[in-house]
T-cell receptor, first 108, second 116 residues
Framework: EDKVVQSPLSLVVHEGDTVTLNCSYEVTNFRSLLWYKQEKKAPTFLFMLTSSGIEKKSGRLSSILDKKELFSILNITATQTGDSAIYLCAVGTDKLIFGTGTRLQVFP | DARVTQTPRHKVTEMGQEVTMRCQPILGHNTVFWYRQTMMQGLELLAYFRNRAPLDDSGMPKDRFSAEMPDATLATLKIQPSEPRDSAVYFC??????????????FGAGTRLSVL
């Protein structure tokens, strides 16, 4: 059975800290890995990764995929209170298989 | 600003009543997904369509849930009869898919359903 596991489940940090969120997966027919950020409403797309070892960056966020070890990490540097959200990892096959998410809380 | 539109945003109903949720996908997207999100289960895929044809509805309780795409601009998810355990946020998402594959999905704001 396909599965996506995220860790930690929850993280509490102070502004300015750097955090690393983890996502491991076991699926057949892997096509892509996606990260989403969910605040109070809909998940919003952050990154899509398809190749190992190539870092995707957007401002203070970056992500990398390791297809040999079947995992991805999402890094957030110099965290801000606006980064507080649930971060969802999803693996694309013929559909998206979501992990349960990491809840990040950033306090001033 | 292209976006997925869902209606209603909130729905409170009594057990046994029929509930219909609607979704307008982003124009040009050929794949539409229905998800349910609860605190306990996270995001669960209920069903999805490619070019209006249902590809997978194995996540949906068949006895009470039904999903349709009457045209390319409208997807519906219906629950009849509704039960308290159906209380959740229901998301619609759309994307572009080719062959067996789907890539980036864009989510609507969701319908928060409460069944009393």
């Amino acid at each position: 059975e396909d599965k996506v596991v995220q860790s930690p489940l929850s993280l509490v940090v102070h502004e300015g800290d750097t955090v690393t969120l983890n996502c491991s997966y076991e699926v057949t027919n892997f096509r892509s890995l996606l990260w989403y950020k969910q605040e109070k409403k809909a998940p919003t797309f952050l990154f899509m990764l398809t190749s190992s070892g190539i870092e995707k960056k957007s401002g203070r966020l970056s992500s990398i995929l390791d297809k040999k070890e079947l995992f991805s990490i999402l890094n957030i540097t110099a965290t801000q209170t606006g980064d507080s959200a649930i971060y969802l990892c999803a693996v694309g096959t013929d559909k998206l298989i979501f992990g349960t998410g990491t809840r990040l809380q950033v306090f001033p | 600003d292209a976006r997925v539109t869902q209606t209603p945003r909130h729905k409170v109903t009594e057990m046994g009543q029929e509930v219909t949720m609607r979704c307008q996908p982003i124009l040009g997207h050929n794949t539409v997904f229905w998800y349910r999100q609860t605190m306990m289960q996270g995001l669960e895929l209920l069903a999805y369509f490619r070019n209006r044809a249902p590809l997978d509805d194995s996540g949906m309780p068949k006895d009470r849930f039904s999903a349709e795409m009457p045209d390319a601009t409208l997807a519906t998810l219906k629950i009849q009869p509704s039960e308290p355990r159906d209380s959740a946020v229901y998301f619609c998402a759309s994307g572009l898919g080719a062959g067996r594959w789907s890539d980036i999905q864009y989510f609507g704001a969701g319908t928060r359903l409460s069944v009393l």
